[in-house]
Nanobody
Framework: QVQVVESGGGLVQPGGSLRLPCALS????????MGWYRQAPGKQRELVAS???????KYADSVKGRFTISKDIAKRTVYLQMNSLKPEDTAVYYC?????????WGQGTQVTVSS
């Protein structure tokens, strides 16, 4: 059974940092394209960052230079390092693993940026 488990969310002040880990079990980790999405209240879910199975990373313009996506194949975990956080980064963050027709999502983790 495939499981996707995120953690690391919480409350942080503007300018602060958080790291979100997301672990995959029950599937071959390194064959998947991976992404972090977020959804703020009243808004559509948007792609924040992605890394392909070949290691090519892409970022939304709103987070370029502040967020970094990385993966640890041995730990079967993808990370989203978030620096210089802004109130507009407040959202539920979801990780995603995708390979052809296979598409797995985590349960989401809340990130709140507020003073």
């Amino acid at each position: 059974q495939v499981q996707v488990v995120e953690s690391g969310g919480g409350l942080v002040q503007p300018g602060g940092s958080l790291r979100l880990p997301c672990a995959l079990s029950g599937a071959t980790f390194n064959l998947y394209d991976m992404g972090w999405y977020r959804q703020a209240p009243g808004k559509q879910r948007e792609l924040v960052a992605s890394v392909s199975s070949r290691g090519i990373s892409k970022y939304a313009d709103s987070v370029k230079g502040r967020f970094t996506i990385s993966k640890d194949i041995a730990k079967r975990t993808v990370y989203l390092q978030m620096n210089s956080l802004k109130p507009e980064d407040t959202a539920v963050y979801y990780c995603n693993f995708k390979r052809t027709a296979l598409d797995y999502w985590g349960q989401g983790t809340q990130v709140t940026v507020s003073s």
